[in-house]
């Protein structure tokens, strides 16, 4: 193997399993979209999808993550490499890349956060005041260049794993949410300055709402897989689709609505995530926390159902 080859796959193992990010979605609620897209996709689609993804300019180390060597079909290996897809611009988050960094981390393209405070019981937007980050104006965005025919396959690589991802974050609710308290005037930045932890907990050990609610997937459902990450995100996306099947979700997909999907998301914000039983500095109940997985379970399958059957609409025909 040349050595600029095995460079390539040496930064793409560091990549992965090294960078270890932790923002929106943790990395295994995107594989779990990512998966229940797959399930959905026709073999057209996935073609089209898989050779795209392959013409990825080399300085976004994307196109290397199809791992063609080792026993598994052909099929086992394109499903890994699609999973792995929605996760890249977490990746590319890593300083230790700072080439890749500079050129593909954009911190405000993973949410649209609308600001808004609760007064007297209900809820109120603020008025006058634009939301914070870029996700539904690049969604709609990405949807357009995948689209367009004039753009080359290269680029859509890049536009691809970006709607996969923030496809997935905007059905975080806290990715649409900014809510302005007397404590936080300029919003809570999703939950982000809302500490869970008791008051003076030194700032490395510190827990806030935002982790809270990316990571309840993989605290609240044991790994038990042995190094198969793949098997542990299968076994709980096949229990999520059993749970909201394709069938009775399928007349509210909306498909390329993202101000609905937004919507959605900011309504659970308002209703699910600050219920009136979460209290700043105190972990939340056992109570709080089963309904935050059962939502985070619908949230992501539907995100999948949605990223599945747009990409059959653009790729598999
Ligand atoms: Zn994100």
């Known amino acids: 193997m040349p050595s600029r080859l095995i460079n390539t796959f040496l930064i793409a193992f560091i990549s992965i399993f090294l960078a270890a990010p ?9 594989k779990i979209t990512g998966y229940i897209a797959w399930q959905r996709m026709s073999p057209k689609a996935r073609e089209n999808v898989i050779k795209v993804l392959r013409s990825a300019p ?50 405000d393209w993973h949410y649209t956060s609308v600001f808004w405070r609760e007064v007297g019981g209900r809820t109120e937007l603020i008025a006058g005041k634009k939301p914070d980050g870029q996700a539904i104006e690049k969604l709609a965005e990405f949807e357009k260049a995948l689209r367009d025919p ?16 923030i496809g997935g974050d905007i059905h975080q609710p806290l990715h649409t949410s900014s809510r302005v308290t007397d404590l936080e005037a300029e ?23 935002h982790w809270f609610w990316d990571s309840i997937v993989p605290r609240n459902i044991p790994f038990d897989f042995g190094f198969c990450e793949g098997c542990y995100v299968k076994h709980i996306a ?52 089963r309904n935050a997985l059962r939502v985070s379970e619908y949230r992501l399958t539907l995100a999948g159902y949605r990223m599945g059957e747009t990409l059959n609409d653009i790729f598999g025909k």
């Open 58 to 107: 080399e300085d976004s180390h994307l196109s290397v993550y199809y791992q063609s060597y080792g026993v598994r079909s052909e099929a086992d290996k394109q499903l890994e490499y699609f999973m792995l897809v929605p996760t890249w611009a977490d990746i590319v988050r890593d300083r230790a890349f700072p080439v890749r960094y500079e050129k593909y981390h954009k911190g």
């Open 150 to 165: 004039a753009v080359s396959d290269r680029d859509k690589a890049i536009a691809l794993a970006w709607f996969l991802h």
């Open 22 to 30: 932790a923002f929106a979605w943790d990395d295994v609620g995107h």
């Open 187 to 209: 919003g809570d930045r999703g939950g982000n300055t809302f500490l869970i932890s008791p008051q003076g907990t030194p700032r490395a050990d510190q827990q806030n709402l």
């Open 238 to 289: 096949e229990a999520f689709t059993s749970r909201y099947s394709f069938e009775a979700e399928k007349d509210g997909l909306a498909l390329s609505n993202y101000v609905q999907w937004k919507d959605e998301s900011l309504k659970l914000a308002q209703t699910d995530v600050f219920r009136s039983d979460l209290k700043r500095f105190e972990t939340p109940s056992d109570a709080y926390r």
